[in-house]
C-alpha cells in the first residue's frame, strides 16, 4: 500500500487540570447537532467524562473506534494511589456501555475532531475547556494509506452485530418497499 | 417546537403516587423566564394563602431555570420552593451542581411535589420512566450516602441525585438539600422533603435541549467565555482578593482567612478577634486545607473552580463548596481548621444550613453559660468546645432533647425556651438567620438589601457596585472606563462622587434616592439569575460579571426564540420581584417585618432608614407598608393580584 504523508491529530488530557464540569461534552454535542449547534445533549458527546467525585476519578476521554465485541481485560489500575477501571480509559463504543453510542438507535460515534468547513483552529472540546485539560496537538506523520470505512457503513456493521445480519437484511427490505 | 425549554414539567401526587408529565403554557415563559418567576407563579395560583409549610397542600417544586442544558456556561442551578418552615413565608434556595441540566435532558423542566407519602420513597427519573421506590433502607442515610447507594442501586452512575440527610427526615427547620458539589441550605426546603415523605430524587436524562438561533447563541456563549478569561487575567484592582475574580466566593482555592476570621463574628455572632490571623494559624490552616483538599471542581459547564472534594483521614469524602470551613469553627470558638472540615464533613451527611445550623448551637450554648437554660438540658454534654458542637449537632438533627428545640432555628427556639431568650436570638431578619456580622457605620444600599429582600438572606445579592468606595479619583476612572455591565451612566457618576469620608461618604451617600437605583440593579441581576439558572458567581455575585442586562435579552432570544430587548427583559424583572412580594405580602408580611438585626451596625439612623425605606418602597411602586399598589400590578399583568388583594382588604379598591 503506497505511504502518505497524514496529519494525526490528538486531544492530550492532562488528568490533574480536569473540573469535571463536562463542558466539553456540552458543546461537542451541540456542535454535532443538526442543523450545527441545534440541540444539546451530553448523551450524543463524542468526548465523555468518566467521573466518579468521591473517589476522584475524572477522565474525559473521546470516543475512538467502534468495537463489536467487549475485550477480555477489566483490569482495574492504580496510579497515584487512586485506583481506575480499565474502561475509563477505553475510547471504544462496545456492547457493554452506553457511551459513544447515539442514545436513541445505539450507533457508535466517534470523534472527528470537529471536520468543519472551513476548519475550525481546533475541536471545540478543547476550546471550551479553560482549565487546559484538554490539549490540542497535530503531527505529520507518513502512514500507509487507508480506506476510510464510511460512517453509514460503520452503523450497518454496528446493527449487524447488534441483530445479525439477515434481521437487518429484511429491515432494509421492509424500508425500500414502503417507499 | 420548544427552545431552551422542554416544555413539560413532571406533577407527582405522593399521596396516591400518580404521575403526570404535563404541558406547560409557552405564555408563562413570556411573562416569567421559568425557574423562580414560574415558580412563583405556580406557588400563587395552586398554594393557598393560609396553607402551613407542613400541610400536605405545600407543594415542593424542584425547576431547573431556563438556561440549564444548554451551552450557557454557568447555566446549571436549581431552583427549589415552597412554603418555608422557618420563615413561614416564600421560600426559595438554589443549589449548582448538575442536577437541573440532567432533568432538561430527560424531558422536564420542573418536578413539582404534592401532597406526602405515607413511607419514606425516592423517585428514579429516567427519561419518560418515572418510579416512586421505596427508601426505607435508606432511612437515617447521610445525604451524600444516600447519593451512592441510589446511584448503584439503580446502576447508572451519570444519574444526579439530590437528597436528604437525617435532618430533613427529622424536619429540622434548617435542613438543607444536598447534590453533587451543591445544596439548597436556606429557608429548610430540606424540612418539606422530609415532610412529604421524599428521602431522594434522581434524574437521569439522554434527549435533546433545543435551540431557536443556535450559531447565534453559541457565539454568544464563546463571548461569555472569553470574557471570564479576560476577567482571570485582569482581577479588579484596588478590592479585596475574593472580590477581585469571578465565581462564588472560592473558599476552598483560597487560604488566607484573615479577613473572615478577624472581621466576622465567633460564637452566637458576638465576638471579633482582631489578632486572630497569626502566622502560626496562617501556616497550620495552610497545611490542613492543602492535605485535605483533593480537588477543585465544578459544577455543570462552567469553568470556575468554587468547590473542592474534601478527603479527611478515617472519615467519608464530601464535597464543599463556599463558606462552611469556618462557620462551625467560629461558631465553636474551635481554632483549628481540621475541626471545621471534619464537623462540616458530618453536617453535610445530616444534610444542614451551615450559616443557620452553628448560629442555632452558639445560640443555645450562650443560653446555658447565661443560666437560661439550665444543667438539666445538657446532660452528658462534653466540656471541650469540639465535642460540645458534635454532641450538639447530632442531637439537634435528631430533634433529641435541647436538640428538639433548637431545630426550628433561634427564632422560633427563643420563643419555647422564655425567660429571655429573645435577647439572645440577635441575628435575624424575618426569623431566619443572617452572617454573623456586625459592622460599624450603617451602610444605606446594605440597609435596603438587608431589609427588603425576598430572599432574606444578603448574600449574592450585592455585587455589581463596589462595597466601598475607591480611595483616589484615579481609582475610580479607572474603573468606570470598562464597566460594560452598567445598565445605565448615571451609575458610573454614584461612583465617582462616592468618598471615604466627609457629606459623600457612609451613611449620607449614597442618598436614599441612589441607594434604592444600587438596590434595584443588584436585584434586577439576582432575579435573571434566578429564573435563568445562571450562577451569581458568574453573574449577580463578583463585580464586572461576563453576564449582565446587556448581553442577557440577545441570549435569551437566541436560545428561546423570543423577542426581547433591554425595556422588555426588565419588565419581566419586576414582574417577577413583585409577584415574589406578592407571595409573602399575601402571608402578611409588612414593613414592620423589614427589620435588619438591632445591632447589626453600631451607629444606627432611625430617620434615615425609615427614608430610605420610604425612598425604595416608592420606587418599587409599593405603598408605604411595602405592599405593591394597584396600578404598579397592574402595569405588568399581576391584576389578578390585585384582585386578589382587593378582596383580602389588602389594598382598598381606589
Known amino acids: 500500500m503506497a505511504k502518505v504523508k497524514k496529519k494525526i491529530k490528538t486531544i492530550k488530557i492532562d488528568l490533574d487540570k480536569c473540573n469535571g464540569c463536562r463542558a466539553c461534552e456540552a458543546i461537542c454535542s451541540a456542535f454535532h447537532a443538526t442543523p450545527k449547534y ?4 451530553p448523551a450524543r458527546s463524542r468526548i465523555r467524562m468518566i467521573r466518579d467525585p468521591l473517589r476522584d476519578v475524572y477522565v474525559p476521554v473521546y470516543a475512538g473506534e467502534y468495537t463489536a465485541a467487549e475485550c477480555m481485560g477489566r483490569d482495574k489500575y492504580i496510579i497515584d494511589g487512586k485506583e481506575y477501571d480499565e474502561c475509563g480509559f477505553c475510547r471504544a463504543s462496545c456492547p457493554s456501555r452506553d457511551a459513544f453510542k447515539e442514545p436513541d438507535s445505539g450507533l457508535p460515534l466517534k470523534c472527528d475532531m470537529c471536520e468543519d468547513d472551513p476548519p475550525l483552529d481546533k475541536p471545540l472540546c478543547v476550546k471550551w475547556c479553560l482549565n487546559d485539560a484538554l ?11 487507508d480506506i476510510k470505512a464510511e460512517d453509514v457503513q460503520i452503523g450497518l456493521e454496528s446493527m449487524v452485530d447488534k441483530y445479525g445480519m439477515e434481521k437487518v437484511m429484511d429491515t432494509i427490505v421492509r424500508m425500500s418497499q414502503k417507499d | 417546537m420548544r427552545y431552551a425549554e422542554t416544555g413539560y414539567n413532571l406533577e407527582i401526587d405522593l399521596a396516591t403516587g400518580n404521575v403526570e408529565r404535563v404541558e406547560t403554557d409557552p405564555r408563562l415563559t413570556e411573562l416569567h423566564l421559568g425557574g423562580l418567576g ?10 393557598p394563602a393560609d396553607v402551613k409549610p407542613f400541610d400536605a397542600e405545600n407543594l415542593l417544586i424542584f425547576s431547573s431555570g431556563l438556561l440549564c442544558g444548554t451551552p450557557a456556561p454557568g447555566a446549571n442551578r436549581t431552583i427549589v420552593s415552597a412554603y418555608s418552615p422557618q420563615t413561614e413565608l416564600f421560600g426559595y434556595s438554589m443549589m449548582g451542581g448538575f442536577w437541573a441540566p440532567e432533568l432538561k435532558y430527560a424531558g422536564y423542566d420542573k418536578v413539582v411535589l404534592r401532597n406526602k407519602s405515607p413511607n419514606l420513597v425516592y423517585i428514579w427519573i429516567n427519561n419518560d420512566k418515572v418510579e416512586i421506590r421505596d427508601a426505607s433502607h435508606l432511612k437515617g442515610k447521610g445525604a451524600v450516602e444516600t447519593a451512592e447507594l441510589i446511584k448503584k442501586e439503580i446502576n447508572d452512575p451519570g444519574a444526579q441525585v439530590a437528597a436528604i440527610g437525617l435532618a430533613g427526615e427529622n424536619r429540622v427547620f434548617m435542613a438543607s438539600i444536598e447534590q453533587g458539589r451543591s445544596s439548597a441550605s436556606r429557608l429548610g426546603l430540606g424540612a418539606v422533603m422530609g415532610d412529604k415523605g421524599v428521602k431522594a430524587i434522581a434524574v437521569r436524562g439522554t434527549k435533546d435541549v433545543n435551540l431557536a438561533k443556535p450559531a447565534e447563541f453559541v457565539k454568544l456563549c464563546e463571548e461569555v467565555l472569553d470574557y471570564i478569561k479576560l476577567r482571570e487575567e485582569n482581577p479588579v484592582p484596588g478590592v479585596m482578593p475574593i472580590l477581585a475574580g469571578l465565581g462564588s466566593p472560592q473558599e476552598m482555592k483560597h487560604i488566607d482567612e484573615k479577613w473572615h476570621t478577624e472581621n466576622f463574628m465567633w460564637g452566637n455572632s458576638r465576638v471579633r478577634r482582631k489578632d486572630f490571623w497569626t502566622k502560626e494559624i496562617a501556616e497550620k490552616w495552610k497545611d490542613v486545607q492543602l492535605n485535605v483538599r483533593t480537588r477543585l471542581i465544578s459544577c455543570y459547564n462552567c469553568p470556575m473552580k468554587c468547590g473542592a472534594i474534601i478527603s479527611v483521614p478515617g472519615i467519608s469524602t464530601y464535597m464543599m463548596k463556599c463558606f462552611s470551613k469556618l462557620t462551625y469553627a467560629m461558631a ?3 481554632d483549628d481548621l481540621d475541626f471545621g472540615f471534619r464537623i462540616a464533613q458530618r453536617a453535610t451527611e445530616y444534610g444542614v444550613d451551615g450559616f443557620s445550623v452553628p448560629q442555632a448551637m452558639a445560640f443555645g450554648f450562650e443560653l446555658r453559660e447565661e443560666g437560661i437554660l439550665g444543667e438539666e438540658y445538657f446532660e452528658g454534654c462534653p466540656s471541650d468546645n469540639e465535642g460540645k458542637f458534635y454532641w450538639m449537632l447530632d442531637r439537634l438533627v435528631r430533634r433529641e432533647g435541647i436538640g428538639d428545640i433548637l431545630a426550628d432555628g433561634t427564632y422560633w427556639a427563643s420563643k419555647k425556651i422564655g425567660n429571655g431568650a429573645e ?11 443572617q452572617l454573623p456580622l456586625k459592622l460599624g ?6 440597609y435596603l438589601m438587608y431589609a427588603t429582600g425576598e430572599k432574606i438572606n444578603i448574600t449574592q445579592i450585592e455585587g455589581q457596585f463596589p462595597q466601598s468606595p475607591f480611595p483616589t479619583m484615579e481609582e475610580r476612572e479607572a474603573f468606570i472606563k470598562d ?11 454614584y461612583l465617582l462622587d462616592w468618598e471615604l469620608r466627609g457629606e459623600f461618604a457612609n451613611p449620607t451617600y449614597p442618598t436614599p ?3 434604592s437605583d444600587i438596590v434595584d440593579w443588584q436585584e434586577m441581576i439576582h432575579y435573571f439569575d434566578d429564573a435563568l439558572g445562571i450562577c451569581a458567581g458568574l453573574s449577580s455575585f463578583p463585580l464586572k460579571p461576563p453576564y449582565h442586562i446587556h448581553n442577557f435579552p440577545k441570549i435569551i432570544s437566541a436560545g428561546t426564540g423570543m423577542e426581547l430587548d433591554e425595556e422588555g427583559l426588565k419588565e419581566i424583572y419586576k414582574r417577577n420581584r413583585n409577584l415574589v412580594r406578592s407571595l409573602n405580602v399575601r402571608r402578611g408580611m409588612r414593613r414592620a417585618d423589614e427589620v435588619p438585626p438591632e445591632d447589626h451596625w453600631k451607629k444606627r439612623f432611625p430617620e434615615l432608614e425609615q427614608k430610605l425605606l420610604d425612598t425604595y418602597y416608592e420606587m418599587k411602586g409599593w405603598d408605604n407598608d411595602g405592599i405593591p399598589k394597584k396600578e404598579s400590578l397592574e402595569r405588568l399583568g399581576l391584576d389578578y393580584v390585585a384582585e386578589d388583594f382587593e378582596k383580602r382588604g389588602i389594598i382598598k379598591n381606589g
Open chain 2, 423 to 433: 435577647k439572645f436570638a440577635h441575628n435575624n431578619i424575618k426569623k431566619h438567620e
Open chain 2, 483 to 493: 464597566w460594560i455591565q452598567c445598565p445605565d451612566d448615571k451609575f458610573k457618576k
Open chain 1, 38 to 41: 441545534s440541540s444539546n445533549n
Open chain 1, 135 to 145: 490539549i490540542y496537538e497535530e503531527r505529520e506523520e507518513e502512514v500507509e494509506e
Open chain 2, 38 to 47: 414560574t415558580n412563583a407563579k405556580m406557588i400563587w395560583d395552586r398554594v
Open chain 2, 332 to 334: 465553636a470558638f474551635v
Open chain 2, 513 to 515: 434616592e441612589i441607594a
Open chain 2, 441 to 446: 457605620m450603617l451602610n444605606p444600599v446594605y
